[in-house]
């Protein structure tokens, strides 16, 4: 399958990030079952049963999928919180499952330095780096089921870190822990 990540890099504040996520983003894309949409800003999947819905104005309000692709989404989202519940809506509540590939914060000096430069990235890079991704996605009712974090070289700023995985539904009457 090719990667459209590589074939069309789209912020250029991202391409750096894009290139060393690529062979990532291609396994946990693989993954990918049963009538998906992709909610990345750059078309990740392609193929029969396979929506894209690039702004929150694609996005459909009247049906979910078996598995939803968010590739790098949450940089240009306001609220992350917003869209973990749009996620959550869009997951199929029985078998479905969210795969995703989210910047995350640093912490120590770094995640210092993100969180002070955050108004002048937002504006300069157009991206936002949110924290709190895993724990938006707890609050709309999904459970993070896998997640790894691959650390980017220092290079790549803004975006230093990305977390991978997958999140299903939390099913009724399990104990939900804070992540």
């Known amino acids: 399958m090719a990667n459209p990540l590589t074939d069309r890099l789209g912020v250029d504040a ?3 990030t894009r290139a060393v996520i690529r062979e990532p983003v291609g396994r946990l894309l693989d993954r990918a079952v049963g009538a998906t949409i992709d909610l ?10 396979v929506t894209w819905a690039p702004r929150r104005s694609d996005e459909p309000t009247d049906r979910s999928f078996d598995t939803v692709v968010s590739v790098l989404r949450t940089t240009v989202e306001r609220s992350v919180d917003g869209y973990a519940a749009r996620l959550a809506a869009l997951v ?5 499952r ?4 989210e910047p995350t914060r640093t ?13 002048a990235t937002e504006v300069s890079a157009n ?9 938006a996605l707890w609050r709309a009712g999904l459970s ?36």
């Open 92 to 96: 199929e509540p029985d078998d479905g």
């Open 127 to 135: 991206l936002r780096i949110h924290g709190g991704f895993r724990l």
């Open 14 to 16: 991202t391409r750096v």
């Open 107 to 119: 912490s120590g000096v770094v995640g210092g330095l993100q969180r002070l430069w955050r108004p």
């Open 98 to 101: 969210l795969l995703f590939a």
């Open 40 to 49: 990345s800003p750059v078309q990740c999947l392609t193929g029969d049963g």
């Open 144 to 179: 993070v089921i896998e997640v790894d974090r691959l650390e980017l070289p220092r290079w790549a700023w803004p975006i230093t870190s990305v977390a991978f995985g997958a999140a299903r539904h939390t099913p009724a009457g399990a104990r939900r822990e804070s992540p």
